[in-house]
């Protein structure tokens, strides 16, 4: 695979000439995804009985999904359109299961220790994008195809992630505007790495 360097090289020459379409993309999917946060609890909530963590279940996987899709159409040169980042709630049930599943798999890890629930979200890392390339995938079978494409990448991609992190820190100073900016590069370049490793992946 290549280097992340080089993915994020990568990434920067996809977006050239699409920041138009992927800021208000990004502005899209942060305002939903942000919506349960305004009823009293933090983005991402876990599952329970309030209205807050109600919204987060019925919205975050399938706006995850959606955004995935408009990512990787734009990390692959393809055409692309606003409207993709609601097209995950045309498989809602499938981006609902996929979301419970890795909420449930992450939380039972990081029930044993935090370094164990990071492992876990990392190797579930690439699960949106499997439903995406493969729609005949469940949410299950999408999580247990991740994980086993994980092995021997996980590092690479903490590695990866870890990259951005100045640039998350600046986003402090815009008062959350950069991320703007930065959301759609991060996950650009995380599309590049899945890209290189669905491509090196056997099933044997």
């Keep these: ?25 990004a502005l899209i999917y942060l305002l939903v995804a942000s919506l349960p946060s305004l009823t009293g609890l933090p983005l991402y909530a876990s599952p329970g009985s309030s ?3 109600l919204v ?26 606003i409207d993709l980042v609601f097209s995950g709630f045309k498989r809602f ?12 798999f992450v939380l039972l890890w990081t029930l044993l220790l935090i370094v164990p629930g990071i492992i876990a979200a990392i190797a579930y890392s690439q699960t949106y994008y499997l439903l995406i390339d493969e729609p005949e995938l469940d949410a299950y079978d999408a999580l247990c195809k991740s994980k086993k494409m994980m092995r021997g990448y996980k590092w690479k991609y903490c590695c990866l992630q870890l990259r951005f992190l ?10 959350g505007i950069g991320l703007l900016w930065v959301v759609p590069y991060v996950q650009t370049a995380t599309a590049k790495f899945y890209e290189e490793l669905r491509a090196s992946y056997s099933e044997v």
């Design 1 to 25: 695979m290549n280097t992340n360097k080089v993915l994020m090289e990568q990434a920067r020459a996809s977006l050239r000439g699409k920041w138009g379409k992927a800021v208000p993309a």
């Design 166 to 175: 100045g640039w998350v820190l600046l986003c402090v100073l815009t008062l």
């Design 56 to 81: 987060t279940l019925l919205l975050a996987g399938p706006m995850a999904l959606g955004f995935y899709s408009f990512i990787l159409a734009l990390s692959r040169e393809q055409p692309v359109i």
């Design 93 to 104: 049930g499938t981006a609902l299961a996929a979301y419970l599943l890795m909420f449930i």
């Design 51 to 53: 209205l807050s963590s």
